[in-house]
């Protein structure tokens, strides 16, 4: 369930949905939480979740777009120091999970891939 306060969200289970903001800016928009490149971790909002090396340096806010969630982004590894094998995971417990994954550079648009454990 989740409690609200200003800009933050905090967790005393594992919500049935969870939206997450990957973005240099602490302050998530409503009905996010934020990744900002850190490792893996416990978080503000009482989850787990994070890279698997520093990937801080990876955080854009582009000024292109008045939409935090079209204007932002993290790229994986960009200074290239991991040899593109960082990960992100997050702590879930066991079952099915739908995901969706939205990828993208408003800077740079063009056709982004991911892959969900294994699954593109």
Partial sequence: VPMATLHAMTF?????????????????????????????GLRRCGLKYGWTEDNTSGT???GIHHTTLLDTLCIPDRD???????????EAPAGHWRVVLGLGDAQ??????????GQS
């Fill in 12 to 40: 005393d289970s594992f919500p049935e949905e969870l939206r997450i903001s990957f973005q240099p800016d602490l302050i998530a928009p409503d009905g996010y939480v934020v990744d900002c490149g850190q490792v893996f």
């Fill in 60 to 62: 854009r806010q582009r």
């Fill in 80 to 90: 290239q120091q991991h040899s593109g094998l960082i990960q992100w995971h997050l």
């Fill in 108 to 117: 740079h648009p063009g056709r982004y891939r991911g892959t969900v454990n």
